[in-house]
């Protein structure tokens, strides 16, 4: 959390309160759903498509396969996030008949009831705030000017409409204008220009031992930036003028793909556990987990086989041990030569040399070529390039390290360990509570979101105002049966006030192409949904289908059957949100001098 006036950041994390050693903040927390199932990774659920109820099929739509027997509705992973936010809500706090505070939105694992579609919610954590009491942090909390979230680059509109669904439900702010979405490699530089900032300028920093990242940011020159999530790597080139009040949104040049974390322990099984070469044969029960089953390409997203291998592996207490013990594997077989790793009877001897040859080599040579396209189209050589910044777990592997020395020879490797290394005290949300000096560190990514009032310039305000739905309905709106010259669309366009300028080329592509993605459920994530809600008839009524029928070169008009369908769809959609795709979305708060948070 940020006060933009004082420019202080106020890291906010949760605390375990239950009978367990361990009083040290957390920043991630996991999330189950249904009955036993961990939702470990829930974002890509969120840009599968809309959430809204269908009479034909009588439940709310769409439906998620999450393992062989376990499916969710889209509604059910919302309320997930929900509850998870919940959680900074102040309007939450209660006094109990002991006088003591209480957090009544206090989360562990979050479970869907039984046969319900409500939240049955664990008290056993509170919320905390670095440098923040209780009562402050609760007033802080009522003031927010906005929310700000990270988004990878490229994804669809679906997941900016459900996170604003989720925040706008548990109150956080009045209105959806007041969300907006960064991608996370600009929030990753947003954050070391940020602690740069807080040290020349001598103001407190994010923690009372704040170490200053080396080898020392410049706030100048060619820079790449490397973040790496659970199942996004995003890759940015942006040279950064001398004067940082001048570096603009258009600066930056952004290039993502679909493998990351997640799917590198995937590859650790396919490659290495399941792989009879390095341990004993599976049993018949367990090799059940790669029968008729085809594994993914190593190093590559492969996303339709690799949701299928994902539900595989979650169906069974074998699989998931092999998840966790994949991730294990990742994190220590690199600073050792090898390694036994035993499961039950199972046991096996990992090189570290295998690892990098099966598991990491791949995914290196992908982030090559990424790089070179992204160099080639912008006319860089490798020369160029300063320094690079790393985030995210895989981007800190040290093949990965190895990888950048290696290709840029000119540029200082700045990781994301230095950034922020909290030793402060946590108030909790209990006036007698207090965490003895934790050593937890804040995603870089965080930092930076917090920060983007700091430098509102780097914001994609076209994206926000008019986001592909709204552009869609109003294009829906200014049609009528007669066809409309580019010009004439336009022109009706601008006479409601749009700046076309900002965004023709998304206006352009509406008319030329397909629906917007994942308006409704698309092709590459059929494996998500169940197979009834694949086959959903609102879903095959529109899938394929263009809104806009092209007469000529510069003439459209509307395909009347097709945009009766979209209408009553999308009027379902919107009868129970918040967001209604009426207007566009201010963003002048966002620049605003003032004393809210964000």
Not at 195 to 211: G, H, R, T
């Amino acid at each position: 959390m940020l006060n933009r006036s004082t420019r202080q950041l106020y890291p906010i994390g949760w605390v375990y309160t239950g009978e367990r050693d361990s009083t040290e903040p957390t920043f991630r927390l996991p999330v189950m759903v249904s009955e036993g199932t961990l939702l470990r990774n829930f974002k890509p659920y969120l840009k599968v498509g809309l959430t809204y109820y269908c009479a034909e099929t009588d439940k709310w739509e769409p439906v998620l396969q999450l393992s062989g027997a376990t499916t969710a509705t889209l509604k059910e992973i919302s309320q997930i996030l929900e509850g998870l936010l919940a959680t900074l809500n102040p309007k939450e706090l209660q006094i109990s008949e002991l006088g003591e505070q209480i957090e009544q939105s206090e989360i562990s694992n979050l479970k869907l009831a039984k046969d319900t579609s409500f939240l049955s919610v664990n008290s056993q954590y509170k919320i905390a705030a670095v440098g923040l009491e209780p009562e402050t942090l609760r007033f802080a909390l009522s003031q927010l000017a906005g929310a700000i979230v990270s988004c990878p680059a490229y994804w669809p509109e679906a997941y900016r409409f459900n996170v604003r669904e989720s925040i706008l439900a548990t109150s956080l702010v009045a209105s959806p204008d007041r969300i907006c979405f960064v991608e996370e490699a600009i929030a990753s530089l947003l954050a070391e220009l940020s602690s740069d900032l807080l040290i020349e300028n001598k103001k407190e920093p994010i923690a009372e031992d704040f170490q200053p990242t080396y080898p020392k940011f410049d706030r100048r020159g060619a820079t790449l930036i490397l973040h790496t999530g659970a199942t996004t790597t995003e890759l940015a080139l942006v040279d950064l003028p001398t004067d940082i009040q001048d570096l603009t949104y258009a600066d930056f040049n952004l290039r993502s793909f679909a493998y990351a974390g997640s799917y590198l322990d995937q590859d650790i099984i396919c490659q290495l556990l399941l792989n009879p070469e390095f341990g004993y044969s599976l049993s018949t029960q367990d090799k059940l987990l790669s029968i008729d089953l085809n594994l993914p390409l190593p190093g590559e997203p492969d996303l339709p086989t690799r949701y299928l291998l994902q539900q595989r592996l979650e169906s069974s207490t074998f699989g998931q041990t092999l998840l966790e013990s994949a991730q294990y594997v990742k994190l220590t077989l690199p600073h050792q030569d090898s390694f036994t790793l035993e499961i039950g009877a199972y046991r096996w001897v990992l090189r570290r040399q295998d690892l990098e040859n099966r598991v990491f080599t791949p995914f290196i040579q992908r982030l090559n070529r990424e790089l070179n396209t992204q160099l080639a189209l912008l006319g860089i050589p490798v020369e160029a390039i300063s320094q690079a910044i790393c985030s995210g777990g895989t981007a800190l592997l040290p093949s990965v390290n190895n990888w950048l020395l290696q290709k840029l020879p000119n540029a200082k490797i700045i990781h994301e360990s230095g950034v922020v290394g909290v030793t402060h005290k946590l108030s909790l949300q209990e006036s007698e509570s207090k965490i003895p000096n934790p050593k937890s560190q804040i995603p870089r990514v965080a930092v930076g979101l917090a920060t983007l009032p700091l430098y509102p310039q780097v914001f994609d305000e076209s994206r926000q105002q008019y986001s592909d739905y709204f552009l869609l309905m109003e294009l829906l709106r200014v049609f009528g049966k007669e066809p409309l010259s580019v010009g004439k669309i336009m022109h009706l366009l601008e006479r409601k006030g749009i700046n076309t300028l900002a965004c023709q080329g998304r206006i352009l592509a509406l008319l030329e192409g397909d629906l917007p993605p994942s308006l409704i459920p698309s092709e590459s994530d059929a494996n998500l949904l169940s197979q009834d809600s694949w086959q959903n008839p609102d879903f095959l009524a529109l899938r394929g289908k263009k809104l806009f029928d092209k007469e000529d070169n510069q003439t459209y008009r509307l395909n009347g059957e097709n945009c009766d369908r979209l209408r009553d769809y999308l009027r379902r959609v919107l009868e129970q949100t918040d967001q209604k795709l009426e207007e566009p979305y201010a963003v002048y708060w966002l620049a605003s001098e003032g004393k809210e948070n964000q």
